[in-house]
């Protein structure tokens, strides 16, 4: 069995938003304080984690993680690549580099955002990675195999801002998906079979670059997973009330779920 812990859950300011006093942001649910969103994938061979956002440091610390066999990046925004150098750590204990797994355009930004790290003028004491390119075909870290599966941020024809994608990554029957707004009908037969799906929902209302509730809900439909959990979601989303409101099959997932797959 494979256990999944969402580390955290919330959009990419978390949950509340810094100055705001609605009532989710001032909430008491525990249920209610959500970090940016990430997973820790635990196999009988290896851990992995799903996306390194601001919040990395204080989120190993609270799952009390040890060690990571590899890191897989969904995409370059910041709420998901923030926390990389905190990877110091792991790699003073491991004595390695960190693999890291990411598509091209999000290995181009790590390079970007962490410059002291690569290179011949590589700062002393900086993180080490050791960076796959995801490409179409699945990989494998440890017993885990792991299929890419192309997601996209926003719909280009919409935005006119050329194209972001992001790497959905399926391990068996499990699919995990964030910050998708679009999912061509090729990426969407290769999520068919799901029995446990993690998806993004933002909010109610439409959003130009993040799935809707209902937006994730017609996926749902679609793929019929056994099980779905909601991820990266905003302020306006309160736990209990949104809970009440989903079909049987489909939970808010929540800082501290753990699931098996
Ligand atoms: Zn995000
Ligand atoms: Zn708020
Ligand atoms: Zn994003």
Do not use: W
């Not at 890191?71 to 960190?98: K, M, P």
């Not at 930004?109 to 290179?119: Q, R, T």
């Not at 390119?133 to 926003?154: A, C």
Request: with cysteine; aromatic share 8%.
């Amino acid at each position: 069995m494979n256990r999944l812990t969402f580390l955290g859950t919330g959009t990419s300011q978390g949950v509340p938003l810094i100055g705001c006093r609605c009532p989710v942001c001032t909430s008491q649910d525990p249920k209610d304080k959500r970090l940016r969103t990430s997973a820790l994938i635990q196999t009988p061979e290896v851990t992995v984690l799903i996306d390194a956002g601001p919040d990395f440091r204080y989120q190993m610390l609270r799952a009390e993680v040890q060690r990571i066999d590899a890191i897989l990046l969904t995409h370059y925004h910041r709420d998901h690549i923030a926390g990389l150098d905190e990877v110091r750590s792991f790699n003073y204990f491991q004595q390695r580099a960190i693999p890291v797994y990411a598509n091209k355009e999000t290995i181009q930004a790590v390079h970007a955002f962490l410059p002291y790290a690569f290179g011949k003028h590589r700062y002393p004491g900086a993180p080490l990675f050791d960076l796959h390119q995801v490409r179409k075909r699945p990989f494998h870290i440890g017993d885990l195999t792991i299929r890419p599966i192309e997601v996209l941020h926003y719909d280009p024809k919409a935005m006119l801002n050329g194209e972001m994608k992001v790497n959905a990554y399926r391990m068996g029957d499990f699919t995990y998906i964030t910050d998708a707004k679009v999912i061509a009908p090729a990426s969407i037969d290769k999520i068919r079979g799901t029995k446990t799906l993690v998806v993004n929902a933002l909010r109610h209302e439409p959003h130009p670059t993040h799935f809707s509730i209902s937006e994730a809900l017609q996926l749902i439909d679609e793929i019929k997973p056994e099980r779905a959990y909601i991820v990266h979601t905003g302020h306006a989303l309160g736990y209990a009330q949104t809970q009440g409101e989903l079909p049987p099959n489909v939970q808010m997932a929540y800082d501290g779920l753990t699931i098996e797959f």
